[in-house]
């Protein structure tokens, strides 16, 4: 068994890293993270105040795990960070896809201390199939290993390659 018995004990430790990271580089805005597991979205955009950022938030019918807001004067972007402890599987992708349509986050991160399965990683990383991650314009699902030891992603491990979170 892995350091983590279920993903809900992962999503502490995410959410602390997604806070201090984009804390760190957006200094100047409010930056708000939550474990979103068990509320949707667009309950979570309105108890929070972000709505008026989010004009489609009522059609937000979708459960992430972990849900980051950077709040500035005239917008408030979102980021979605997924957990899984087996490795991540086209199926995982697929369901953060629909997500990331639904709500069109700035990033969106599938993470997994397994990594990916044996057939993502032929589809990704042998066959380089990167278009199946995008989502929008300059935006596509990114997949890292999580490093439960050191609560952090494992930098070299980030797909597509170079294109970090």
Not at 116 to 138: A, D, F, I, K, P
């Amino acid at each position: 068994m892995g350091p983590y018995a279920s993903e809900k004990e992962m999503y502490p430790d995410v959410v602390r890293w997604l806070k201090a990271l984009l804390q760190s580089r957006h200094k100047k805005a409010k930056v708000f993270v939550w474990d979103s597991s068990s509320t949707k979205l667009s309950r979570l955009i309105e108890k929070n105040g972000l709505a008026e950022f989010h004009p489609h938030y009522l059609s937000f019918d979708i459960l992430v795990d972990v849900v980051g807001a950077v709040v500035f004067k005239n917008a408030a972007d979102l980021y979605f960070v997924e957990c899984k402890l087996k490795p991540v599987t086209l199926r995982d992708v697929g369901q953060m896809l629909g997500y990331c349509r639904v709500a069109l986050p700035s990033d969106a991160l599938l993470l997994s201390p397994s990594y990916v399965s044996e057939g993502l990683h032929y589809l990704l990383e042998v066959y380089e199939r990167y278009e199946v991650l995008w989502y929008g314009e300059n935006r596509n699902v990114r997949i890292a290993r999580w490093n439960a030891d050191k609560r952090d992603i494992e930098a070299p491990s980030i797909i597509p390659p170079g294109n970090h979170f």
